[in-house]
């Protein structure tokens, strides 16, 4: 590495930045700012067309990142909602897609809650307890209407827009408030939500026309496998794992999971670092770590000699303890073949607001570590 240091100027970035392009396309919690994978890249200053790897790809952001900057990007996620956002972030729509996804909106109009319709409304437990009859009509209307188009890209596109508005629709709380609520919502609010959304989306691809994006590639697998692969394929890895007992991601997906016909399931017991594995059945910090380093090996077989790992973490609290992930990273990174070559620490809670105020928690720091292959 240079003498330089890398530094990022969080306070500076504001919050149309963290929005821009296509990055707030689709709700996604926990998710790191394009500005950190972003200036990471610049950092790094890759060959051009690089490529660039994102093991736990999330939403995204990575890809979307290293795609603007013409490099070729692979994002790998067990979760398929991740996965669906990701393709559809970082996926310009033809003028004949566009016309496709046209069509479904103006069928929109159609719908009127006196008018049989048909809808394709899937069977799950306690339907009636997350959906009122109305959003259940209307959700299964826009999911027949997407099911009529074809073209994988434009389905993607659509079933991103569905997804993004079913758990406002729902009466989920909110999206990191696994509770319901009765929302009362009108006749005509999952309709008018839809089009919305599909109708910004459409504006925030269109801002993507200026780059000349490199290829986007999406997995939809465990992260601890990545055969699909070529061993010293991989420049550059960039990635925020999963906060070790923080988060469940398959759980607060499930409402769209059910909508999309996805295993809940199967996410459930690939995820990485979730509370209900930590907190819920008792798995203890090597659990955590024995996973996070069997990602680790494989992104070092990925990696081309001298390749670089750079990665997003955050200090977790585990039976009331504090863990320093730097700590944890740093001694699973030198295991696995890899020495450090930066850390680049800050006050985790100024960032998120998944957080209270108590002693521990207030000591909590999030680290951007920078690793290289030897």
């Given at each position: 590495m240079s003498e330089q240091h890398y530094r990022i100027d969080l306070d500076?970035?504001?919050?149309?930045?963290?929005?821009?392009?296509?990055?707030?396309?689709?709700?996604?919690?926990?998710?790191y700012i394009p500005q950190i994978p972003g200036s990471l890249l610049d950092y790094l200053d890759l060959p051009s067309r690089s490529t660039v790897l994102d093991p736990f790809c999330g939403s995204g952001t990575t890809l979307l990142e290293a795609a603007i900057r013409g490099h070729s990007a692979v994002g790998v996620?067990?979760?398929?909602?991740?996965?669906?956002?990701?393709?559809?972030?970082?996926?310009?729509?033809?003028?004949?897609?566009?016309?496709l996804v046209a069509t479904v909106l103006d069928r929109l109009s159609l719908y009127a809650p006196e008018r049989e319709l048909p809808t394709v409304?899937?069977?799950?437990?306690?339907?009636?307890?997350?959906?009122?009859?109305?959003?259940?009509?209307?959700?299964?209307?826009?999911?027949?209407?997407?099911?009529?188009?074809?073209?994988?890209?434009a389905a993607d596109f659509l079933n991103t827009a569905f997804s993004a508005i079913i758990v406002k629709a729902s009466n989920q709380e909110s999206d990191t408030r696994w509770r319901a609520k009765d929302k009362h919502l009108p006749d005509g609010f999952a309709i008018a939500e839809f089009g919305k959304r599909a109708r910004d989306m459409l504006a925030r691809l269109r801002q993507l026309e200026p780059y000349q994006l490199g290829s986007v590639t999406v997995k939809t697998q465990d992260s601890r496998c990545l055969d699909f692969m070529e061993d010293d394929s991989v420049q550059c890895a960039i990635t925020s794992p999963p906060y070790m007992n923080s988060y469940d991601y398959y759980l607060y997906h499930k409402l769209r999971m059910y909508w999309l016909g996805y295993n809940h399931y199967e996410v459930q017991e690939t995820e990485i670092g979730s509370r209900n594995k930590h907190c819920d059945h008792g798995g203890g910090t090597q659990l955590y770590v024995d996973s996070i380093s069997q990602v680790a090996q494989q992104v070092h077989q990925k990696l081309a000699p001298a390749g670089r790992l750079c990665v997003v973490i955050g200090d977790s609290i585990y039976r009331g303890e504090l863990i320093h992930m730097d700590r944890v990273y740093r001694a699973i990174a030198q295991r696995t073949g890899f020495s450090i070559q930066e850390v680049f620490s800050f006050d985790q809670r100024k960032y998120t607001r998944a957080f209270t105020p108590n002693l521990k928690t207030a000591e909590k720091k999030s680290h951007i570590m920078i690793f290289q292959k030897v």
């Open positions: 500076a970035v504001t919050t149309r930045e963290k929005q821009a392009l296509t990055h707030n396309i689709h709700p996604y919690p926990a998710k996620d067990s979760n398929p909602i991740a996965a669906l956002i990701s393709r559809a972030k970082c996926t310009p729509l033809s003028p004949e897609q566009r016309a409304i899937p069977d799950f437990l306690n339907r009636s307890h997350w959906f009122q009859a109305n959003m259940q009509r209307e959700l299964g209307y826009i999911k027949g209407l997407i099911q009529t188009v074809s073209d994988p890209q």
